[in-house]
């Protein structure tokens, strides 16, 4: 059984994958306090592993996001291996404080200043800039590198940033600016 606050089906709003149909599995949950998280994560109800696969399979797309609150909390690779199996693309979105599954497609890793880091790769670094030293999350090997102003807020800081450091790409949260989950 796993924890699940809700799983919809949108667009992912930032990161790579921007702009890709995705079906979202939010787990209930973090081992952090992020002062500037926006995610009510905290309810949900407990699901066997076929209750969420087969929810998930109810969306037509193939692309599916663990999320949370923290899904390493609840996520192994028999989980995984269920969603590959139904043939789903698997991404993870974790705050890189907890090992995940090797068999994850592709781990964005969105660590959290004061929070030690476990992972030392990941396919994309995004990390939400409130002014702190970011430039230590490059000891992670990872392809892409993002940071993403903290809730639109300190864009023109974040920009400003990026073009002094040009390893760092921008990522905007596309889902707020739009108006969609």
């Known amino acids: 059984m796993r924890k699940i606050n809700e799983i919809f089906y949108s667009l992912q709003g930032e990161g790579f994958y921007t702009g890709v149909p995705s079906v979202f599995v939010r787990f ?6 992020c002062s500037f998280c926006d995610t009510e994560h905290e309810s949900g109800t407990m699901m066997t592993d076929d209750e969420i696969v087969a929810q998930v399979a109810s969306y037509p797309c193939r692309h599916v996001v ?18 590959h199996n139904a043939g789903f693309y698997v991404c993870i979105e974790t705050n890189g404080t907890h090992a995940v599954s090797s068999n994850i497609d592709w781990i964005t890793c969105s660590p959290k200043e004061g929070a030690a880091v476990v992972l030392d790769k990941a396919d994309e670094i995004k990390v939400v800039y409130t002014g702190q030293n970011v430039e230590e999350y490059r ?4 392809d892409h590198y993002f940071l993403q102003p903290c809730s639109c807020q300190n864009t023109a ?8 450091h040009p390893h760092w790409r921008l990522s905007l949260q596309t889902h707020k600016m739009i108006d969609i989950r």
């Open 157 to 164: 800081e974040v920009i400003d940033y990026i073009k002094s």
């Open 66 to 83: 663990l999320t949370g609150g923290e899904p390493s909390l609840w996520i192994d690779s028999d989980f995984v291996d269920k969603l």
């Open 139 to 142: 000891q992670i090997c990872a």
């Open 28 to 33: 209930s949950g973090c081992n952090l306090r």
